[in-house]
């Protein structure tokens, strides 16, 4: 294992923890716009799943986040449907193709969120909560992004912000524990990546921390709009470094 690799993961995993400690989320979005460059997909997103249940079960024992359980069991429920569903597709996925899928989302999501204060409140009720979580739990089994679209569809549906955090974290726990249990059963996590992992957990903690302190004393808005700037751009990123070798097919 080469000190490159241990800094890359170690790097990526500081920066993830510290934004999924400020927004309750995200750490796979931002931990694979920088892992997506030189690991491997499928290790890529086993780390991601840990290292985003190693963030929640942090914030767990950190912070207070008792959701209203009406609004987070239609999510919980789509989302474990689809856990199972995304671990399938994991290793059936094209490198290329999914370095592109990751770009794009960045690219199309972020952008989105920053503009949801203008868009307009939608309906939904539970049927739409639990389809959310269905997209939620399969992204949570491909690699851990459990709470981006559940995230923007609570915003859509004009959750109140703590409620939404509430949510989120839960969901995200929930869907990352079945998905990290699922990938140990299935093989996908092995003893060779023990080194990894260790790196990812001690890489994680303080930055988690320190996001949720943030979170607690400075203005969200600002540091949202911050965040999703830099995914976006990191988003960009990943998208030009695919569609050459995409579009060379």
């Known amino acids: 294992m080469s000190v490159a690799l241990v800094a890359w993961v170690a790097i990526g995993a500081a920066l993830a923890g510290f934004v999924q400690g400020l927004s309750g989320f995200a750490f796979s979005m931002v931990s694979l716009s920088v892992w997506a460059w030189t690991l491997d997909p499928l290790l890529a997103a086993s780390l991601a799943i840990f290292g985003g ?19 987070l069991w239609p999510f ?3 989302g474990l449907c689809g856990v199972p569903l995304g671990l399938w597709l ?3 996925l094209d490198v290329v193709v999914f370095k592109a899928a990751l770009g794009l989302l960045l690219v199309v999501w972020c952008p989105t969120m920053l503009l949801s204060a203008r868009l307009p409140r939608i309906g939904g009720g539970r049927l739409g909560d639990a389809l959310a979580g269905l997209v939620g739990g399969v992204m949570g089994g491909i690699g851990g992004l459990s709470g981006t679209v559940p995230t923007l569809w609570c915003t859509l549906r004009g959750f109140e912000r703590d409620a939404q955090r509430a949510v989120i ?11 990290l249990a699922l990938h140990v059963l ?11 992992l260790a790196i990812v957990a001690a890489a994680v903690l303080v930055p988690v921390l320190l996001g949720a302190r943030l979170y607690q004393g400075l203005s969200e808005a600002a540091f949202r709009r911050l965040v999703l700037g830099l ?3 990191s988003g960009v990123a990943i998208l030009a470094s695919a569609l050459p070798e995409l579009l060379r097919r």
Do not use: C, E, Y
């Open 53 to 71: 249940w190693t963030g929640q079960v942090i914030a767990a024992f950190t912070q207070r986040r008792l959701p209203d359980k009406a609004l």
């Open 231 to 233: 995914l976006t751009a």
């Open 186 to 196: 299935g093989g996908h996590l092995t003893a060779a990546m023990l080194p990894l």
């Open 169 to 179: 974290q839960n969901f995200n726990l929930a869907m990352l524990s079945v998905a």
């Open 90 to 92: 994991l290793p059936r």
């Open 76 to 78: 919980l429920a789509g």
